[in-house]
């Protein structure tokens, strides 16, 4: 795929691939901050090995930009090397900030773009700066997001299941407050496999670790769980009823099926109908 050529008109037209991962990325990793008057900058720091994608931002970028290297210590590591690239034209940081961007501190209050945008593109670039994609210890395929949002959360399920069929809980993790999403086995594959396609922008490490998830077969003594998905349908049957036995006959369900199903749908563990 042709990468868009950078100019001030189409600079975060989300309705290009490139923008659309681009954006993703920066509301997942990228830092804006806000300086006296109309000072400000935007910032992404990488570990020295992703330095690759920095410099495609900068090439997409059609403002004066910058990629410097430091060497420091941190918590993980004595000598980290690491990248930063640098934006500060006050005009690309509106823009961003209009479309999604806060200032500040932002894990909480990010949301997917309310204008037109490439959703694979923007996914893949929440997961290459948030996510995990490869394999588990016991040798499954997985893909994973971690978030403090409730609207990406949110929208990565709603885009998952559109992709693979597979529902997921919404529910933050007890012990920090995050969402812990993942896929693992034939619906990672499906979910990889759309988002990590041929000649996309990505990370590099993390496109090869995609790319070796298709190779995947599942054992044949593996057992494979069935179950019948639920509908939008069946959800807004269930929730307009009355008669949790009486629904559950008319659904061909089981009632315990439809007591939780319907307890995860009142707090807000599932996607409702009005959702979808």
Request: proline share 4%; hydrophobic share 35%.
């Amino acid at each position: 795929m042709a990468e868009c050529e950078p100019n001030a008109h189409r600079f975060m037209d989300l309705a290009a691939p490139e923008y659309a991962y681009m954006f993703g990325f920066l509301q997942a990793d990228g830092h804006l901050h806000q300086g006296v008057g109309q000072k400000g900058r935007l910032t992404v720091e990488l570990s020295i090995r992703d330095v690759d994608l920095l410099y495609r931002f900068k090439s997409l970028t059609p403002y004066y930009s910058s990629v410097t290297e430091r060497t420091r210590s941190t918590n993980f590591a004595e000598n980290h090397h690491s990248a930063t690239w640098t934006l500060c034209s006050l005009e690309a940081r509106t823009k961003l900030n209009q479309l999604g961007l806060p200032y500040g501190r932002k894990s909480q209050q990010i949301s997917p773009p309310s204008v037109a945008f490439s959703q694979r593109d923007y996914l893949r670039g929440l997961i290459d700066a948030d996510g995990s994609v490869g394999y588990t210890g016991p040798g499954l395929p997985f893909v994973a997001l971690t978030t403090s949002s409730t609207a990406i959360s949110t929208f990565l399920c709603s885009y998952a299941q559109s992709i693979t069929g597979v529902e997921r809980l919404i529910k933050r993790n007890a012990r920090d407050g995050v969402y812990n999403i993942s896929y693992e086995k034939e619906a990672a594959q499906a979910l990889v496999t759309d988002l990590y396609y041929p000649g996309c922008l990505s990370l590099g490490r993390k496109q090869v670790k995609a790319d070796a998830l298709a190779s995947w077969r599942r054992p044949l003594d593996m057992r494979v769980a069935h179950s019948r998905p639920w509908t939008a349908q069946e959800d807004l049957v269930l929730l307009q009823s009355h008669d949790v036995v009486a629904v559950a006959d008319k659904l061909g369900r089981t009632e315990r099926s439809c007591r939780m199903r319907l307890w995860r749908l009142r707090k807000g563990h599932l996607l409702t109908p009005s959702d979808h």
